[in-house]
């Protein structure tokens, strides 16, 4: 069986620097939601000299827009969306010190430099599972953009949030890899 590894968000560079492509990780800490509007409002706000509304630095940004929370919970479905529609943004954040993205599917070969660059992490977390994901998130708030809705940037506290490294800062891509040792079977 996999070694499951276990890392804390925000991301410090000593318990990342061994995380490789097709490792298992759970990560429990802070983490920040943003999609497409999200992310667009961030890029508009550096283009004008202004600041962000997160710091960057060792953070992880989880692509996903949630579900409405049923009552008692803190939200409702929070499966990743497709990780490639930020692709045009993510590597300006990775230079401003974001360590980790989670998503699905593959990356630009800017953002994968761009991880590598900076000694980040991209993840991918299951695509239909965003049901099963949303138990692993113990806390939701809105911290900026709240006319975005669902695509607002949120600050979640997770507890062992499943998620598989995809790329690491060695230049690896498990969506390469994989494919070359299935072409061996």
Same mark, same amino acid.
């Given at each position: 069986m996999?070694?499951r590894? !276990?890392i804390?968000?925000?991301?410090v560079?000593?318990e990342i !620097?061994d995380?490789k492509s097709?490792d298992?990780?759970?990560?429990?800490?802070?983490?920040?939601t943003?999609r497409d +509007?999200a992310h667009?409002?961030m890029d508009?706000a550096?283009?004008?000299?202004e600041?962000?509304p997160i710091?960057?630095?060792?953070?992880?940004?989880y692509y996903?827009?949630?579900?409405? +929370?049923?009552?008692?919970?803190p /939200?409702?479905?929070?499966?990743p969306?497709?990780?490639?529609?930020?692709?045009?943004?993510a590597p300006?954040?990775? =230079?401003?010190?974001?360590k980790?993205?989670?998503?699905?599917? !593959?990356?630009s070969?800017e953002?994968?430099d +761009?991880?590598?660059?900076?000694?980040a992490?991209y993840?991918?977390?299951?695509g239909g599972?965003g %049901? /099963?994901?949303?138990?692993c998130?113990?806390a939701?708030?809105?911290i900026?953009y709240?006319?975005?809705?669902?695509? %607002? /940037?949120?600050?979640l506290?997770v507890e =062992?949030f499943p998620c598989?490294?995809?790329?690491d800062?060695y230049?690896?891509?498990l969506y390469?890899t +994989? /494919?070359?040792q299935?072409?061996?079977?």
């Amino acid at each position: 069986m996999e070694e499951r590894i !276990k890392i804390t968000a925000p991301l410090v560079e000593d318990e990342i !620097k061994d995380l490789k492509s097709g490792d298992y990780v759970y990560i429990t800490g802070t983490i920040y939601t943003a999609r497409d +509007a999200a992310h667009k409002r961030m890029d508009e706000a550096l283009n004008a000299g202004e600041s962000l509304p997160i710091d960057m630095e060792g953070n992880v940004i989880y692509y996903m827009g949630p579900s409405p +929370a049923r009552e008692g919970r803190p /939200i409702g479905s929070a499966g990743p969306t497709t990780a490639s529609r930020m692709d045009k943004y993510a590597p300006r954040l990775l =230079d401003l010190g974001l360590k980790g993205m989670i998503g699905k599917g !593959k990356r630009s070969k800017e953002v994968l430099d +761009a991880v590598v660059r900076n000694n980040a992490v991209y993840f991918a977390a299951v695509g239909g599972a965003g %049901a /099963i994901l949303s138990k692993c998130i113990k806390a939701s708030e809105v911290i900026a953009y709240d006319d975005l809705g669902t695509e %607002a /940037i949120r600050k979640l506290t997770v507890e =062992d949030f499943p998620c598989i490294v995809v790329a690491d800062r060695y230049g690896n891509n498990l969506y390469e890899t +994989a /494919i070359e040792q299935f072409k061996k079977l």
